[in-house]
């Protein structure tokens, strides 16, 4: 075996040790923060590397919303659970008093929400005070507090109610006209 070995031109196991170690390297890279929910004690999807936990979304193979729906039914009564975004740990939230507590009275230190979407694709996404992030979210939750108190809510209830109508109406008549139209505006 050991002269089969040294059959093998010096510049192949120069070449071959350099990608191997690369390799590990990457692999190291990708999976270094992977031991992170285990450590906090904290149930979790496990990830894979490169991808994380959330290798069929990025491989188109089911929409976001589908597997968050699905973690949520596979992990019904917990009330929260880690995952990974890449090699990022993520933490998705079930319990709606947790949910609370962090859009509410703890939102300063959940300025990141993970989702970053294109602007330019979809500016409808990418500009919900959801999908913001850092300073544009504070200012944009900043403006908004104010706007929905439960006793303006109240005061829009009618008009909503109004503008639902309509629309039903609206929709009522195409219908009736066999009317095709496009559901989605950009």
Not at 99 to 106: A, G, L, N, S, T
Not at 118 to 140: C, I, T, V, Y
Not at 153 to 182: H, T, W, Y
Request: glycine residues 6%.
């Amino acid at each position: 075996m050991l002269g089969l070995l040294s059959a093998i031109p010096f510049g192949i196991k120069v070449t071959f040790s350099l990608l191997a170690t690369i390799i590990f390297l990457l692999y190291k890279f990708f999976t270094k923060h992977f031991d992170y929910w285990r450590k906090q004690g904290v149930k979790f999807i496990k990830p894979v590397p490169v991808f994380g936990s959330v290798a069929s979304s990025f491989l188109l193979k089911e929409h976001p919303l589908e597997f968050a729906q699905r973690w949520y039914k596979e992990n019904e009564g917990l009330p929260f659970i880690g995952y990974f975004q890449g090699r990022t740990p993520t933490l998705m939230v079930f319990d709606p008093d947790l949910i609370k507590q962090v859009f509410v009275k703890d939102f300063s230190h959940f300025v990141d929400h993970g989702f970053i979407i294109s602007e330019e694709a979809d500016p409808l996404q990418a500009l919900n005070l959801f999908n913001l992030q850092g300073l544009r979210w504070k200012e944009m939750r900043a403006k908004l507090v104010p706007t929905f108190t439960s006793g303006k809510i109240k005061g829009m209830f009618p008009l909503m109610v109004e503008c639902s109508e309509q629309f039903d109406e609206n929709l009522q008549e195409m219908a009736d006209r066999n009317e095709i139209f496009e559901a989605k505006v950009r």
